[in-house]
T-cell receptor, first 110, second 116 residues
Framework: QQPVQSPQAVILREGEDAVINCSSS?????VHWYRQKHGEAPVFLMI???GGEQKGHDKISASFNEKKQQSSLYLTASQLSYSGTYFC???????????WGAGTKLIIKP | DTGVSQDPRHKITKRGQNVTFRCDPI?????LYWYRQTLGQGPEFLTY????????KSRLLSDRFSAERPKGSFSTLEIQRTEQGDSAMYLC??????????????FGEGSRLTVL
């Protein structure tokens, strides 16, 4: 039931792009994306609801393919501040628990 | 509003002792979650509350774990007879579902437990 994230880790140069994927074997109600820096609490990035919408702010955007039960997080022109571990969380319904993936570690080098 | 606060931030205890963590959510948030996180892993669901009602508990939660949210405000997570395997970061998060489906989770800084 835990969503599967890929890749497990990414190393980029500043300015490069990255894509992080999150897939589930069950029909999803929503997908959440959070970033966590070492020793800190996870911080909200965005929520996507079923319907295949795409969201974004600044240079971070995400899509949700309801048919494939997949979400992708896109980071363009990465900045050093983007470093951290990215988690997707999935819900099967509004009264279901939020289940988290194992995370994708993103390292940005100058 | 100062966000979600957790106390204590760090707790070192000996195996067999009981520990209690407290979480103060954002005041108007009706939903409160407890997660456990170990190094290199995502948050693992423990339990959650809608106001004062505990709606779900993880099957991973043994009888040694109990959580309460009296009056739908702050919450406590107690671990009895701690074991070394309980060593982890315990995260609390709150959410306002009055916002509808876009309610993001606000996490506290976590309570790190070390069981010797």
């Amino acid at each position: 039931q835990q969503p599967v994230q890929s890749p497990q880790a990414v190393i980029l140069r500043e300015g490069e792009d990255a894509v992080i994927n999150c897939s589930s074997s069950k029909a999803l109600y929503s997908v959440h994306w959070y970033r966590q820096k070492h020793g800190e609490a996870p911080v909200f990035l965005m929520i996507l609801l079923k319907g295949g919408e795409q969201k974004g702010h600044d240079k971070i955007s995400a899509s949700f393919n309801e048919k494939k039960q997949q979400s992708s997080l896109y980071l363009t022109a990465s900045q050093l501040s983007y470093s951290g571990t990215y988690f997707c969380g999935t819900e099967l319904g509004s009264n279901y628990q939020l289940i988290w993936g194992a995370g994708t570690k993103l390292i940005i080098k100058p | 509003d100062t966000g979600v606060s957790q106390d204590p931030r760090h707790k070192i205890t000996k195996r067999g002792q009981n520990v209690t963590f407290r979480c103060d959510p954002i005041s108007e948030h009706n939903r409160l979650y407890w997660y456990r996180q170990t190094l290199g892993q995502g948050p693992e669901f423990l339990t959650y509350f809608q106001n004062e009602a505990q709606l779900e508990k993880s099957r991973l939660l043994s009888d040694r774990f109990s959580a309460e949210r009296p009056k739908g405000s702050f919450s406590t997570l107690e671990i009895q007879r701690t074991e070394q395997g309980d060593s982890a970061m315990y995260l609390c998060a709150s959410r306002d579902l009055e916002l509808g489906d876009t309610g993001e989770l606000f996490f506290g800084e976590g309570s790190r437990l070390t069981v010797l």
